[in-house]
């Protein structure tokens, strides 16, 4: 390989691709190659409900055509794990034992969806909503005018059951603690949410008072296809079962790289982890706050691209500090809905 | 005694084939030897043979080369292929490959045979293709006007080797023997009567007949293979000889030179013919009349 | 074109099992009823880790040549398909083995190289071969079947198609069964996110005929079956070798005989030899043998005997380059030789023009009573396509001119002048017919003369009988396409890039370009009276072709005085359809645009 400067990043979403886009413009010279899991080029992933309206061609989600990477010049390794990192040889080695050297290091791979425990001998009779591919089979499963069982809800899926509402579908929420994630609710504020949801068409049962999940049942012949059964006793019937149970850090292959770890990679206001060469944005850092005293996450579309862009500048010679680019509070609307800064993009 | 008195001229031949009763292979062009060539004694052969075995003449083939002896085609009354320079065997194992019926003669000379085609003469001979091969050899190219062949002697002065033939010649009777020829005999132009008896025997061998044939060349060889000196020279194998021992055969060939005439070795075996045959009768297929083809173009007319 | 046209490259090397995987796929696909052409490239190692492609272009409309870019690539072997995966078209799929054993360097995986529009399918296809046979033998198999699965084939097609591939070995093909099933059931579960689709294959392609999945070299071997080959003399030279393999392997079926020889020599010489008998002979060899054999093929002019010989070109001169194609034995094919030596040059462009021009080769030998040389090339030779045969073969079983029976006897004129300069021919066997065939230059009679009148009329008369050939019957020398009356550029071709033309010629005409395509089949005596006509039409000719010189573009010039353009490539490799369009754009006025996907 020639001897420019390599810039790796970890990570095709928001964070990630603002952060190749901004490297490349900073640093001309150099190679960045962004490494993801996804088989697609960035898409945006808060459009996924359109696949529920009948879109299902993965070119209308893409945030560039494909030929941008080819022209910027930025490497595009997709359907690509990172097993490890290696700190001190400066080189990623990917899952399918390919070793690539890098010189500075962005993580910037996400997060994916929780699974409580209790539910994860079920896997196979839920349908996730992380990937375009996920989304479009979901869509296929459900029939029109479908009902759709979401277990536990977030902002993320709370999103979709908006436009499930919408677009014609049923929607029954088994609402557990994490039905607001990431926003902390308390008790009173969180009924008052339940009844704004009810109000948008959804159909509540709240998991706190029927004691939760006791089993997820394929649906008996002429039933619907999936059977949820409360341990008070109750039932619900639908054809798809999603849950929704919020995010966790994808940080699994930096375990043994050295750099410090909480839930989430932790890093300076700088962005900048333990290791100098290695900085990390998005929902897979937790970043200091001088405030709070404490590292903590800072969610949302427009947090998430101001530290790709922020992490980029500073490994490209900058050294500024990060603010958080939104409000994160949770309203309620006069007219009963909801709002959510996690809900606004561009 | 075998050597002529005087040059035996053109229409004194012609009138001895007549009076022999052999007319009926004899083409009525005249052969362009040079007077006293032991060429003659060999086309007389050909033509006895053929006669003497009952040989239909359009069921003969007279495949040559080109040198002085491949222009024998001309010379007999038959079907005929004079074709180019070394290429008288696959040419003939082309003719027999085609029809079996065909009785297939391939006439050559030295240089025609060991030389240009010399690349040929261990396939011929190791798969035994059911024809017979005369090899006329003058030892030196006649037809061209007096070069140098490969069974030149050393030592030997022509035109291009004006000082000396610095190599040495090849020993044709062994190398047939070990190319595994079926049929394998030398004769002398000189010794006519012995030759017409090895040419009916060759013809008739079910397979490769190799046939060397010591013939003087009495225009540009005044020297060395002159009737004189191969007079003087040759002498009949021994009586004891047995000509189904191989390795009697390969040392009778590699003894005297010239070596001893008569027949050297003969086995029976499998032709070529039969080998195709055999697989077609493996591959199931039915024999399609391959050796049919003179009846079917009789039964044609 | 409308429907499905899918181009499949399956990469791996030597070893990979990649041909394999690719003459599987053919087979379904013909059989399911699309139409398939593909062309295989091989290393010239026998063994070790030659790079191997099999490419497929299947269509439900017929298709003349391959495409340039690939709608999905199979790579069995990353260090190849690296160097040939830009070929891919944008939205196409990329299937590759997931995984390396070892650690390799960045950008030894493919997945480095895939272009943005690319579909990764990253498949463990060892893996699943491992479990499914216990071995990772199988692991084009596995991949063959991802690919079927992802696209929603046929599987019970492929069941059949291995289990006749390995017919006699059942445990290779119990083994390979598993594995098509293991790795179509990963392909059926995959998320399909290409754009690929293969829609219903077409209902019917000709009716009265038998389909058949085959390449050029058994078309030939076809052609001369149903021709009624007697005898067949060869040495084996690649890309013609397999011509004499299949032959083996039919001939004695049907009676017939075939022999391996010496040397290209000898394989001429007998061939002549059994012409000379009357025989339907042939042989078949590549530019080096085709130079060995041709003074032999002037004994065939001279003596006037029939004979047919195929000429598979590859590169030269020499031993060039053997498996890769090219089409410079033109000039060798038509002139070579020594003296005033005509003979009949034909050149198929497609596989069912290889047993077209088999079969004929063999009446035109007869009735001209000449060489025959009909000239394919490497592309032409193992290129498969769909083609479909005449039940009966449309092919005549003896067009010997045989003489009278008062022409026979003593006074026979073996070579008579007069006429259309066709002697009537005896055949050994035939009572009174007995003549000598000789190389010397000849009377009537056949006897030796080097009389300057009559070697004056001997050779008008084996130039003029040739002229026939021209209007040999039921056989196209010539033939054009596309618009007719005038056109800004007219194409003039011949053998396999004639495909590649016709494609270019469609393009052409899509973008509003009065285009038309002519195929020139009879190389010699050349039809200069149709292509005179045809350029006449044309206000540009280009005369693309595979080899340096432009051999074809200097044969039409010395028949045709009309200036043509010259697209003469020696790369080794077909032609590619859009530097032929970018020829005709030029030469149309047009500003030659980006280039598309052909």
Redesign the interface.
Known sequence: ?SAARHHIVIGSGVAGSQAAETLRSRDPGSRVTMITLS???FYNRYDLPRVFRGERD??HFLVHP?????EQRI??????QVASVDVRRRVV?????????FDTLLVASGGHSHLPAELTDYRHLMHGFGSF?EA??VARALPEGGHVLMLGGDMIGLDLARTLIATGYRVTLVAGEQTFWPHEVEGDQRVRLLDSLRGVGIEVIDCLACGGVAALEQGASGLAARRVRMRDGREVHGDVVMPFFGLVPSVEFMVRAGVDIERGLLVNKALRTTDERIYAAGDVCQIWSDEEHRYRFYYGWKNVRAMGELAARNMTGADEAFHSAQDEHLEIGQDGTIRSPFWEYQ | MNMPAKPVYLEEKLRQVQASGRLAFRSKTLPSWCPGCGYFSVVDGVTAALGELGIANEDAVVVSGIGCSSRFPFFVNSYGFHTLHGRALPVATGVKTANEALTVIAVGGDGDGFAIGGGHLPHAARRNVDITYLLLDNGIYGLTKGQTSPTSVTGFHTSTSPYDNTDRPVNPLLMMLAYGASWVAQGYAGRPDQLQRLIVEAVAHRGFAYLHILSPCVTFDKTARTYRNLDLAVHDLPADHDPSDPMAAMRQAMQSDPPALGLYYREQRPTLGDALDSLVEKAGGRLAGQAAGSAKLRAAR | MNGTDIQVSICGSAGDGTIAAGEILRNVMAEIGYRVICFDVYPSEIRGFGKCIARLRISTQQAYSLKSRADVMVSLNDSHAIAHVGEVR??GAVIYE????????????I??H????H????VPFREVSEKATGANRSRNIVALGFLAGLYGLPMESFRRAIAAKFGRKADAAEANVKAMQAGYEAGAAC?K?DDVSFGPPAATLVPGGTVAMINGNAAVVRGCLEAGIANYFGYPITPATSIMEKLAAEMPKHGARLLQTEDEIAAISATIGAGFAGARAATATSGPGLALMSEMIGLGVIAEVPSVVFVSQRGGPSTGMPTKTEQSDLNIAVYGGHGDAPRIVIAPTNVEGCYRCAGKAFEMAEAYQTPVIVLLDLYLSNRYETVVFPTRPPFAPDMNRRPEKNALGPGYKRYALGGDSVSPRALPGEPDGMHVATGLEHNELGRPSDAGDMHSAMSRKRHEKLEAALRHPDFTTVKRFGDEGPVEVGLLAWGSTFGECLEAMFLAQAEGIRCAAMKVVMLWPFPTEAVTAYMADCGQVLVPELNYQGQFASLVQSQVARPVTRLARATGAPMQVAEILDEIRRLAGRTPGVRRAA
Do not use: K, Q
């Open positions: 390989m088989n697609l080029p993965w070119r494909p030929a941008f990477y080819t490497g595009l390794r997709r359907a690509c080695t990917l899952a399918h034992n390919e070793v690539v050297p591919e479009v089979a | 944008d939205y997931r995984s390396s054993i070892v650690d390799i360097p960045e950008g030894g995986h997945s480095a895939l272009a943005p529009g579909l990764p399918y990253p998320f996110l």
